[in-house]
């Protein structure tokens, strides 16, 4: 099935939560479970299907790279509010947040407000 | 002060020595074109986001943490966004460590101050385009510098959004709980007494240590600070690494006490709680106030950091 690379980073010290790493290249499937689930198996994919989107992604992180303290990371099935998102250097707003659809190549970062001075 | 003035003497400053609050923000900020914020705490930076909305001024705020910083005008024109617009709500209260904890390169500061004054000097001087935008510094990055662009007000923001009507917000809030309380005092904690048959003050275990009998210790703090400093005889577990299997350092004859240290005095607390659930565990204590204390009572000589 095809696949698409991207980079994720996390920044302003979300890479703790990540094995303390702050570039992540990934590989993940383009067709994705419509319920965000990480499949066992890329071939066989139960139920409805989507074109992989940034929601996807968030799941996925969790569900395999997050080494700690989900809470911190998610609520209510997106990134906690004091999470930025950045697709491409964008503000995820302006991408249409969790719907933008994930090309091959794509930047995404993570991004926890810093208040130190 | 006097630095800027050899600078430029034509410089008005005024010096305002008093902590910034709920109360006094807006009467404080009101007659200024612009509000800088370089503070290093979330409620402050709420608190300064809350004002400059309210008063309808920019806000130039920048932020630097280890490596890191990051920059960024906030509400500013018709439709910049504000802090809140960006960042809800704060980061969980155990995610955000102080400076003082994590540390900040000093060049990182100094990169991110300079390029808040240049924000400044920008706005005042007509040069700024307007567009609201985050830069991004990261020392260890590649490239350092990244910039992003970024949504307009939110309409459902909660200071300065379409709904927020009343722009009371500043009223209502109490910024220090909506940050997730005090920022605890590690320092003042680990000196906490507790239990006499648990803990141990810096002169008895100097007393211990000079009787020259044989005991075991555990320094629970992080390879790169025992490196800087250590007591004599000490052995270098670091907290994460004891907490996995603790009975592995344990010593060998049941008869020899296990004495535990750290920087301030609340990891080794952790460590010795921990220890004592082990079965079998000879006498443990932890040393009150950590080497902070042992320097400041015992050895003076020893390092602070």
Redesign the interface.
């Known amino acids: 099935m095809a696949s698409i690379s991207i980079k994720v980073e996390f920044s302003g010290g979300l890479e703790l939560l990540f094995s303390n790493e702050r570039l992540h290249r990934l590989t993940i499937a383009s067709i994705v479970p419509i319920d965000n689930h990480t499949p066992k198996s890329e071939e066989i994919i139960e139920g409805e299907t989507k074109l992989v989107d940034v929601t996807f992604l968030i799941h996925y992180l969790r569900d395999n790279l997050l080494k700690e303290r989900v809470e911190l990371f998610m609520e209510n099935n997106t990134v906690r509010p004091g999470i930025l998102v950045l697709i491409n250097d964008t503000d995820w707003e302006l991408e249409g947040e969790g719907e933008y659809v994930l090309k091959d190549g794509d930047d995404i970062v993570f991004i926890s407000t810093l208040h130190g001075g | 002060m006097q630095a800027l003035k050899r600078g430029n003497s034509r410089l008005a400053v005024d010096t305002i020595t008093v902590a910034v609050t709920a109360e006094n923000a807006l009467s404080l900020l009101a007659p200024y074109d612009i509000i800088l914020?370089?503070?290093?705490?979330?409620p402050t930076?709420y608190l300064l986001s809350d004002t400059a909305v309210t008063l309808g001024k920019p806000l130039v705020s920048?932020?630097?943490?280890k490596y890191?910083?990051?920059l960024c005008t906030y509400n500013l024109g018709p439709d910049g966004p504000c802090?809140r617009c960006?960042?809800?709500?704060?980061?969980?209260r155990e995610?955000?460590a102080?400076?003082e904890e994590?540390g900040?390169l000093g060049a990182v500061?100094g990169i991110i101050g300079n390029m808040q004054a240049l924000e400044a000097i920008k706005i005042i001087t007509g040069l700024h385009d307007g567009k609201p935008s985050?830069l991004?510094f990261?020392a260890?990055?590649s490239p350092c510098f990244?910039?992003?662009?970024?949504?307009s007000r939110?309409p459902s923001c909660t200071a300065c959004g379409s709904k927020a009507y009343d722009r009371s917000i500043m009223l209502g809030t109490d910024y220090i709980q909506f940050c997730g309380g005090v920022h605890p005092d590690w320092e003042q904690q680990g000196l906490t007494i507790g239990d006499a048959s648990h803990r141990i003050n810096v002169n008895d275990f100097k007393g211990i240590l000079n009787s020259g009998r044989p005991i075991n210790l555990l320094d629970v703090r992080p390879k790169t600070e025992f490196g800087i400093c250590q007591l004599p005889s000490s052995i270098n577990i670091p907290l994460k690494q004891f907490l996995m299997n603790p009975k592995e350092y344990l010593p060998s004859d049941p008869q020899i006490e296990t004495y535990i240290v750290c920087r301030l005095g609340n990891d080794s607390q952790i460590a010795a709680e921990t220890l004592r659930r082990v079965e079998g565990v000879g006498a443990v204590k932890d040393i009150i106030g950590g080497l902070k204390a042992w320097s400041r009572h015992v050895d003076t000589a020893f390092p602070i950091y």
């Open positions: 914020d370089c503070t290093d705490n979330a930076r920048g932020a630097a943490q890191d910083g990051q802090y960006l960042f809800p709500s704060p980061p969980p995610s955000m102080s400076c994590t900040v500061t985050l991004l990261s260890l990055g990244r910039s992003i662009k970024l949504r939110k």
